[in-house]
């Protein structure tokens, strides 16, 4: 179960809580809902990415919003 921090620290415990949530096998098949492109987990656990398009797909209670007018726009 994920747990929300009050504090907006990212723990390794919470990325490894994400990652157990979202296995190899689930980020192999998800794809960039807006360029159908491969995606990632990001590095603090707090979504999904797409390089290509440099979106961040938040995961609310460990699950991966895959909308495209919900994606966090990343800056370079």
Excluded: N, Q, W
């Amino acid at each position: 179960m994920c747990r929300r921090i009050a504090t907006g620290i990212i723990t390794s415990e919470k990325i490894e809580e994400v990652f157990m949530a979202l296995d190899s096998e689930l980020l192999s098949i998800l794809a960039c809902p807006g360029c159908k492109g491969k995606v990632r987990l990001g590095d603090e656990g707090d979504g999904i990415i797409c390089d290509r398009c440099r979106l961040l797909f938040p995961i609310r209670d460990g699950i991966p919003t895959m909308l495209v007018d919900e994606a966090i726009r990343l800056d370079d």
